[in-house]
């Protein structure tokens, strides 16, 4: 028998505050493509519209998207074709039959489904922590035009790093394997002992508050919004 610890008490809210962090920005992008599908809606345009229009507005997210996916693909051995930027619709999608990128890419194993599907995620958590160190730098010297396309650059990274449903698909096996591997292990009282708490936790804290300013930008955008949408409605009644 192998006994250790994992010092999980020390880790447990830090994780939970990211977590929350996360599904909050999660929330205020599907509130704030709600609301700019109703603000196109009210000028006329049509479901189309929408669609052309955010993959206008999150192009270079896009790009990031599907460029890390590329990219680690490639770096794990899996032949890639083509790389999509433009929306596509796709009638069996999950993620509202609509795929703003996308990239070809051989069958992949578990391991490489894995790190691929989890490549935009990560390389925006990297972008996003990095951006939001050079917004304060350039707020402070004053330096406004940057300042603004930083700005930009922040919210559309913010708004397009989670993973699709497609991209959930190719992480399901290797996630099903490790979550069987530790049951296992624990039914044979073998346990780990690590001691990463001290580089966890901050790590945990600069990411957590990353998407706390994520949400509150979108949350900022979704009120200007609204506030136009309110404008059309008393001037339309």
Do not use: C
């Not at 809210?13 to 920005?25: E, H």
Request: charged content about 10%; aromatic content about 14%; glycine content about 6%.
């Amino acid at each position: 028998e192998v006994r250790g610890s994992i010092p999980l008490g020390s880790t447990l809210m830090p994780t939970i505050y990211f977590l929350l962090s996360l599904t909050f920005l999660y929330l205020t992008k599907t509130w704030l493509t709600r609301g700019i599908s109703r603000l196109i809606h009210s000028f006329g345009g049509n479901s189309n519209s929408t669609i052309i229009f955010w993959s206008i507005i999150f192009l270079p997210g896009t790009v990031i998207h599907e460029i890390s996916h590329f990219l680690v693909a490639a770096a794990t051995g899996a032949r890639t074709g083509k790389i999509e930027i433009l929306p596509e619709f796709i009638s069996d999608d999950q993620d509202g039959g609509v795929a703003l990128g996308s990239v070809e890419t051989q069958k992949l194993n578990p391991i490489q489904g894995f790190l691929v599907g989890f490549a935009p995620f990560v390389s925006g958590l990297v972008l996003l922590f990095w951006l939001s160190s050079l917004i304060l730098a350039n707020l402070q010297t004053g330096e406004y035009l940057f300042f603004s396309f930083q700005i930009y650059l922040f919210f559309v990274i913010a708004n397009s790093f989670f993973p699709s449903w497609s991209d959930i698909r190719q992480t399901l096996p290797l996630v099903a394997m490790f979550i069987s591997a530790i049951v296992i292990l624990s039914l044979v009282g073998f346990s780990f002992d690590l001691n990463i708490s001290s580089k966890i936790i901050p790590l945990l804290a600069n990411l957590t508050k990353t998407l706390i300013i994520s949400s509150v930008l979108n949350l900022v955008i979704l009120v200007i919004v609204l506030f136009f949408l309110r404008m059309i409605f008393t001037i339309s009644s």
